[in-house]
């Protein structure tokens, strides 16, 4: 459901630019996402979601004053580690982290051809557990550059701070090694994303 909703929104602000001869930006992109730890609120035993490739896709669309509105979705596939006093080291393979973010880009020509650029969104942190799944809030910061040897295609370098809000919550993680209640209270997850991907550029 998320994902048709998602491919709607974006299919609309591609057709309505060309009317609006807006300048919009498409960039399939690849990285490699890092961090990811809390601490065990309970125990004290520390919960690692492991360091990951990443893929996903950002929309640019060009407002007045050297703007962009931007949709970012990233997805990880990886594993949780944690620990119990009880059971030891426990792994959990297969878990999803995918953010959906919104937001503002501010742009900064360097020359003809390369564009700098700082961001910041708003959105939410789906976590998919094998047997369970939660949304919660995060934010989004970070910036890079475009390249456009051409003038409709380029290449772009990022680099992204993401952090989700966890709030109070509570999963069972399951591996080889048994399985532990992992609980959380008003914690913060922070994790770290580089990417590069082509840009398409479409409108005006």
């Not at 380029?154 to 591996?175: E, H, I, K, N």
Request: proline share 4%.
């Amino acid at each position: 459901m998320r994902m048709r909703v998602t491919m709607g929104f974006v299919l609309s602000l591609l057709s309505a630019a060309p009317a609006f001869a807006q300048q919009v930006d498409l960039t399939p992109f690849g990285g490699f996402r890092v961090g990811g730890g809390m601490e065990d609120y309970y125990s004290g035993v520390e919960f690692d979601i492991k360091d990951n490739w990443s893929y996903g896709g950002m929309l640019d669309v060009a407002i007045p004053g050297g703007r962009a509105v931007e949709f970012v979705y990233s997805h990880q596939g990886t594993e949780v580690n944690a620990g119990s006093g009880y059971t030891g080291p426990v792994t959990a393979a297969d878990v999803n982290v995918d953010l959906w973010q919104l937001g503002l880009l501010q742009e900064k020509p360097l020359s003809p051809t390369v564009t700098s650029y700082g961001v910041g969104t708003l959105g939410i942190t789906h976590f998919g557990f094998p047997t369970e799944s939660a949304d919660r809030f995060s934010i989004g910061f970070g910036g890079g550059a475009k390249v456009f040897p051409s003038p409709k295609v380029g290449l772009r370098l990022d680099a992204r701070g993401y952090v989700t809000f966890v709030d109070t919550s509570s999963f069972y993680v399951t591996g080889g090694g048994g399985g532990a209640a992992v609980s959380f209270t008003s914690s913060a997850l922070f994790q770290a994303e580089f990417l590069g991907g082509v840009v398409f550029r479409f409108g005006k």
